[in-house]
Nanobody
Framework: QVQLEESGGGLVQPGGSLRLSCAAS????????MGWYRQAPGKERELVAE???????NYADSVKGRFMISTDDAWLSVSLQMNRLKPEDTAVYYC???????????????WGQGTQVIVSS
């Protein structure tokens, strides 16, 4: 079982910045992708940004140019730097890790507990 520890949410004024972090531990031999999703009240969970190891980095159109995702060199933690925040960025943000528990086994998804981001004046 992969454990994910999130931190960094909170209340910020429009135009401000926040940084979310997520550390992964236990239960995997290889991490294939790390990313962030969000879910606003009454809406479905949506991809914010993800890094696919050895492949690509993807952002939702609504956050391009404002958010930046990064991982540490060991691919054990992922961060999301959020700049120029808007009220519509208000949501619960979830860390997602796609990992293999053993070689030869297809990767599975693990989710953090979620961290609240509120953008309001």
């Amino acid at each position: 079982q992969v454990q994910l520890e999130e931190s960094g949410g909170g209340l910020v004024q429009p135009g401000g910045s926040l940084r979310l972090s997520c550390a992964a531990s236990g239960g995997f031999v290889f991490i294939n992708a790390m990313g962030w999703y969000r879910q606003a009240p009454g809406k479905e969970r949506e991809l914010v940004a993800e890094m696919i190891r050895g492949a690509s980095t993807n952002y939702a159109d609504s956050v391009k140019g404002r958010f930046m995702i990064s991982t540490d060199d060991a691919w054990l933690s992922v961060s999301l730097q959020m700049n120029r925040l808007k009220p519509e960025d208000t949501a619960v943000y979830y860390c997602n890790v796609r990992s293999q528990q053993a070689l030869g086994i297809p990767p599975g998804d693990s989710w953090g507990q979620g961290t609240q981001v509120i953008v309001s004046s």
